[in-house]
């Protein structure tokens, strides 16, 4: 059996509207604060640009893709829609590969919210 080009093509399209559908599903579930932030359409939009980013960035894993897609969701609900400079810098860092990118994310994201804890005395989970 031969799979043509345009075959593969329409395979990796399915898969990859699959994934974000898959992306869209848990950021709902799982985060559904930072969900209801935006309204459907523009959440979809926001994960597709930045699924479209975290590739760009070397970021290819599923898995990765995803964890990077729902920290910058919640990122943007505790820093009120916007993005501190420190995720770009991260992203666009040529020593670490996909995966570390992500990785060195989250801790900086989980040393920014203790930060922010001491300083207004509250917590963000809670």
């Known amino acids: ?7 593969m093509k329409a395979l990796a399209a399915h898969a990859e509207a699959n994934f974000h559908l898959r992306v ?3 950021l709902k579930s799982d985060f559904p604060e930072s969900a209801k932030e ?21 970021i290819v894993v599923e898995r990765d893709v995803a964890a990077f897609v729902i920290f910058l969701v919640c990122l943007r609900m505790v820093f009120r829609g916007g993005e501190p400079s420190w995720v770009e810098e991260l992203l666009t860092r040529d020593d670490l590969i996909g995966g570390m ?3 060195q994310m989250r801790e900086r994201g989980r040393q920014e919210m203790k930060a922010f804890e001491s300083r207004n005395g509250a917590r963000l989970d809670g």
Request: proline letters at 3%; charged letters at 25%; glycine letters at 2%.
């Open 38 to 58: 935006m309204p459907e359409e523009a959440l979809a939009a926001f994960v597709t640009k930045c699924v479209a980013r975290a590739r760009q960035n070397g």
């Open 24 to 26: 869209l599903q848990t």
């Open 101 to 103: 990118k992500v990785t």
């Open 1 to 7: 059996m031969i799979i043509r080009d345009e075959q």
